[in-house]
């Protein structure tokens, strides 16, 4: 092996680090927050597109305020991503893997159970995450696109504002 293809499985070992990295790190995000300007300039790119059951997002300020306003309605959280799968193509990256995400929903997120008494405030889902991440001009990694399907919940779901 010459130093060209050392350099090469290098580059390619950082890059798939920091791409795991970037997902890693924006699942435990989901359940730190804060949800602000610097958040959203940490995982997306200014043309990101996301979907989720909810919608279509475009454009970053959609990424920021879809995602802080679906954070608002859970008291806490915890996410939950394996099997991630990385395929790298220089400057892009595929991604697909598998998500688990526990909510507890805030005291007023819903309606109360028959007799009066509080309703279940915990709302778990299953599913998959596809994405496509880009390596910026900064030489970061973000996220272009991320579409979360979700494939069976459990609980009651949030009430959505109208």
Same mark, same amino acid.
């Given at each position: 092996?010459?130093? &060209?293809?050392?350099?090469?499985?290098?580059?390619?070992?950082?890059?798939?680090?920091?791409?795991?990295?970037?997902?890693? /790190?924006?699942? +435990?995000?989901?359940?730190?927050?804060? #949800?602000?300007?610097?958040?959203?300039?940490? #995982?997306?790119?200014?043309?990101?597109? =996301?979907?989720?059951?909810?919608?279509?997002?475009?454009?970053?300020?959609?990424?920021?305020?879809?995602?802080?306003?679906?954070?608002?309605? #859970?008291?806490?959280?915890?996410?939950?991503?394996? &099997?991630?799968?990385? !395929?790298?193509?220089?400057?892009?990256?595929?991604?697909?893997? &598998?998500?688990? =995400?526990?909510?507890?929903?805030?005291?007023?997120?819903?309606?109360?159970?028959?007799?009066?008494?509080?309703? !279940?405030?915990?709302?778990?889902?299953?599913?998959?995450? !596809?994405?496509?991440?880009? /390596? =910026?001009?900064?030489? /970061?990694?973000? #996220? +272009?696109?991320?579409?979360? +399907?979700?494939?069976?919940?459990?609980? +009651?779901?949030?009430?959505?504002?109208?």
């Amino acid at each position: 092996m010459d130093l &060209n293809q050392m350099h090469e499985q290098l580059r390619a070992l950082t890059d798939r680090a920091a791409v795991e990295r970037l997902v890693t /790190r924006y699942l +435990r995000s989901l359940d730190e927050g804060p #949800f602000d300007t610097a958040w959203a300039r940490t #995982f997306f790119t200014d043309d990101a597109w =996301s979907e989720t059951p909810v919608g279509v997002y475009e454009g970053i300020d959609a990424q920021l305020s879809s995602t802080g306003g679906a954070m608002a309605l #859970f008291e806490r959280t915890v996410h939950f991503g394996t &099997n991630l799968d990385v !395929e790298l193509d220089g400057d892009r990256a595929a991604l697909r893997w &598998n998500q688990l =995400s526990t909510h507890v929903l805030k005291e007023d997120g819903g309606p109360e159970e028959e007799g009066g008494g509080p309703a !279940e405030r915990l709302f778990v889902s299953g599913g998959l995450c !596809e994405a496509e991440a880009v /390596r =910026s001009a900064d030489g /970061r990694w973000r #996220f +272009r696109r991320l579409a979360l +399907r979700i494939t069976w919940t459990q609980g +009651r779901p949030p009430v959505l504002p109208a």
